[in-house]
């Protein structure tokens, strides 16, 4: 039995003339892969869009994969970049001459992200990629009963993967955490279960001798370096699992290539369980004009033994409180400008979540315009209502670090460090909406 | 023409995250700014090597260099006959037991098969049989730390081509006594191989502990591994070797890469074996001496701790292992993080000579008090 997913693809030049096989092919990939008849609608349109846009750009020979994911449907179309302008790519691209009170929130790329769920864009070798990603319609079941209990026994904790399970412990986090520490996907238990049965998601539960659910801790890879986690999730009234779910997290991904972990929601203090804390991050929520304030918890996974990081005047004293705080031993070589001739446009990668209001942006090419796009970005995104802009750097490369005075310059203020996160360390700037 | 590798590599060569050694010791004395460098990272024995094989490599004939080794390492395993028991024919010599490893699992296992392990134990056979494309049944560690010989039998099924028993368990220094190996062998009942690790083999003084070369006649499914890397402290040769059944040995062998082992290495080992001077009674009394220093430490400061066989030791601190490690090298320290061996915030100490034992003491106080 052959169990690889199904995946679609099409190869076909990039001309409006072909809207037309796309919106079919995207029309029967929505039914067959199951999303509804308004979200296949969506991913109809997402994929005409798309067709459109790169026909304008002048892209050529293009690639369209649809397939099934673990929540919905991906579009993705792809095509070599070679002798392409790819900064017309550019989420939010320079309209041009004349373009300079451009409307730039109806850009094509930015109009089919909105109808999305999950949108990215960046390169992948020389390939220029652009995927979007529509969710199925999930129930949004009404959520049991939670109560904080005292285990009966010694709980067991187990690999929780069972959709009723994660019911249960969705409903549990929903009633006994506020809603800020609450993952998005707690609300959609259907969800949980299928980002757990496909992998994206793990979890680890601990359950008593009555089989009572007394904790949980859910964690997934945010690249192949760094493991993200929410929770631990402590169900007890005392307490007393919150320990033993983190030391599981680090016993199932501590033979794994991440090399760091942290909280993406971290529900108390884990400086008593080994971790240290890496940022205390401001995050926006839909509803409310003040920030929560996220404190980040990690660590290490793997060994250090020093390393070499580009770095900027704009960031350094940051940088060196912060290796000094980790005890991180780095070569920090400064950016210079050597003067070499770089090519005109640059581009920016983007993921975008809308149902969060953030965004993480990344350097793909590097530009002359590249402090120019910068700005172009954030005024963008900020004008479509994205209340968490980061801007995420790889220290290995002397030109991102570089980037240093622009990001300062549009309002970006370095917020994380994770060490061994990429190539090198990563840098995450958030940028502070007030300045 | 850009290369695509993607479609050339396997899955579970692409999934797998290699094994990153540390940089030199020169590196990082230079960037860490350090006069010295202790490495307790890698269970060495730097009492060594002993003076027969001192006095052998001083002698080396540069001569020996352009031929090409013994393919087979035969007057080795003469000397490993001769020493231990068996006859020539049921040894194999390798670069280093890690190699053997890997020809053990290249002989007995094809895709869809699983070797049966456990969790927290040395990570080669794990990592072997992942980048082979094998099932790795990792079976938690008891309640006492020891490999659990029920919950790995009732893992093995029609597909166990290999069961790998690190004794003493690498890094928990836990051993099963000879009762409890026969009960687990007689469980097997010859449906896989059983491969007895016994790298720290010459560090135990316990007398239940089992020699299991003494067991292969009454197992005929067993094949023991020793290497030359830990008590003879010859690890830069890499040489290491296993014996077996004569059958067992030849299909393993069939897998094996013949000449891997270098004529330096197949001398300084015969050496090793013939030497009769004191050395193996020094490194045990130094590794007894290290023991009583890191049990006074630990128990000044109220650490967990896990000392058994073996030239090492586990500790358990408050901060992460991870952190430790870095501040420990700042201080010119090597230690091994143990999250990788599904022991967090655990860190393993290899057992050196005294005086550099005390100086690591005193400087891991200091982190603490
Ligand atoms: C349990 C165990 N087996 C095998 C080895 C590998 O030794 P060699 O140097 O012979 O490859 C080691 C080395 O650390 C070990 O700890």
């Not at chain 1, 199932?252 to 929601?265: D, E, H, M, P, Y």
């Not at chain 2, 070369?213 to 005929?220: C, F, K, Q, T």
């Not at chain 2, 023991?224 to 070797?241: I, N, P």
Request: proline share 6%; glycine share 8%; net charge negative.
């Amino acid at each position: 039995m052959n169990t690889a997913a199904p995946r679609i693809r099409l190869q076909l030049p990039a001309d409006a003339a072909w809207a037309g096989l796309v919106q079919a092919s995207a029309e029967q990939a929505g039914r067959v892969f199951g999303l509804d008849p308004a979200k296949s609608l969506r991913l109809v349109h997402c994929a005409e869009e798309l067709l459109l846009f790169l026909a304008s750009a002048e892209t050529g020979e293009v690639e369209a994969t649809l397939r099934p994911v673990a929540t919905g449907v991906e579009v993705g179309f792809s095509f070599a970049s070679a002798g392409v302008d790819l900064s017309a790519l550019n989420l939010a691209s320079d309209p041009g001459a004349g373009g300079e009170d451009g409307d730039w929130t109806s850009l094509p790329l930015l109009l089919a992200s909105r109808m999305t769920d999950g949108f990215r864009v960046g390169l992948d070798g020389r390939r220029m990629e652009i995927v979007l990603r529509v969710d199925k319609a999930y129930p949004a079941p009404e959520l049991l009963p939670a109560e904080r209990l005292r285990p009966q026994g010694r709980p067991v904790l187990a690999e929780a993967g069972d959709a009723g399970a994660l019911f249960e412990a969705c409903s549990a986090i929903a009633g006994l955490y506020p809603a800020h520490v609450a993952p998005e996907w707690c609300l959609s238990p259907g969800r949980t279960a299928d980002l757990v049965r496909a992998g994206e998601l793990s979890a680890i539960e601990a359950r008593d001798a009555g089989g009572r659910l007394c904790g949980i801790i859910f964690w997934r890879m945010r690249s192949e370096r760094s493991v993200t986690f929410f929770g631990p999730y402590d169900f007890t009234g005392d307490g007393s699992m919150a320990g033993e779910l983190v030391e599981a997290l680090l016993r199932a991904v501590g033979r794994t290539s991440a090399r760091n972990v942290f909280s993406s929601l971290a529900t108390q203090p884990l400086a008593d369980h080994g971790f240290e804390l890496l940022a205390e991050l401001p995050y926006l929520l839909a509803d409310s004009p003040e920030p929560v304030v996220h404190p980040v918890w990690g660590r290490m996974l793997q060994e250090d033994f020093g390393a070499a990081a580009w770095t900027h005047e704009g960031f350094a004293d940051f940088l060196r409180d912060r290796y000094d705080a980790l005890e991180l031993l780095r070569d920090l070589r400064p950016v210079r400008d050597l003067g070499e001739a770089v090519q005109a446009g640059s581009v920016l990668g983007a993921r975008l979540t809308p149902g969060l209001s953030e965004v993480f942006l990344h350097p793909e090419l590097n530009g002359a315009d590249i402090g120019d796009n910068i700005a172009r970005h954030v005024s963008t995104l900020a004008s479509a209502g994205y209340r968490n802009i980061f801007f995420e750097i790889d220290l290995a490369k002397g030109w991102h670090a570089a980037m240093g005075g622009h990001l300062i310059r549009c309002g970006f203020r370095p917020e994380l460090l994770l060490p061994l996160g990429g190539q090198s360390d990563t840098l995450i700037f958030r940028h502070a909406a007030e300045s | 023409m850009p290369l695509n590798l993607e479609h050339l590599i396997p899955e579970h060569i692409r999934l797998f995250d290699p094994y990153r050694p540390s940089p030199p010791d020169a590196e990082l004395m230079r960037l860490y700014g350090l006069k010295r460098l202790h490495r307790l990272n890698n269970n060495e024995n730097t009492l060594g090597p002993s003076p027969a094989v001192r006095e052998l490599l001083a002698g080396l004939e540069a001569g020996v260099i352009p031929v090409y080794p013994h393919g087979d390492s035969q007057d080795l395993r003469e000397t490993l006959a001769r020493t231990l028991g068996p006859d020539r024919s049921q040894f194999l010599v390798g670069n280093g037991s890690c190699e053997l490893i890997s020809s053990v699992v290249k002989a007995f296992c094809e895709p869809g098969d699983n070797i049966v392990t456990a969790d927290k134990t040395f990570a080669v056979y794990e990592w072997v049989a992942t980048f082979s494309g094998v099932e790795a049944r990792l079976i938690p560690l008891d309640r006492d730390q020891r490999f659990d010989p029920d919950a790995m039998l009732a893992a093995v099924d029609d597909r166990t081509k290999l069961a790998f028993v690190c004794n003493p368990n690498n890094p928990t220094g836990t051993y099963w006594d000879e009762a409890t190996m026969r009960r687990f062998l007689d469980g097997v009942d010859g449906r896989c191989i059983v491969v007895a690790d016994e790298a720290y083999f010459e560090y135990v003084e316990r007398p239940d502990y089992p020699d299991c070369i003494r067991l292969l006649d009454d197992y005929p499914n067993l094949v023991v591994f020793r290497t030359f890397s830990k008590m003879y402290a010859l690890a830069a040769l890499r040489v290491g070797y296993l014996c077996a059944g004569e059958a067992v040995t030849d299909v393993i062998g069939r897998a094996h890469v013949a000449y891997s082992v270098n004529t330096p290495a197949q001398m300084a080992a015969r050496a090793a074996l013939l030497d009769r001077s004191p050395f193996i009674e020094r490194t045990r009394a130094m590794v007894r001496r290290g023991r009583e220093l890191i049990r006074e430490t630990c128990e000044a400061l109220g650490f967990e701790h896990i000392i058994g066989e073996g030239n090492y030791v586990m500790i358990r601190t408050p901060i992460s292992d991870t952190l430790l490690q870095r501040k420990l090298l700042r201080r010119g320290f090597l230690v091994r993080t143990m999250t990788g061996f599904r022991f967090p915030n655990w860190i393993r100490v290899s057992l050196e000579r005294e005086p550099v034992l005390r100086e690591f003491c005193s400087v891991f106080r200091s982190l603490f008090e």
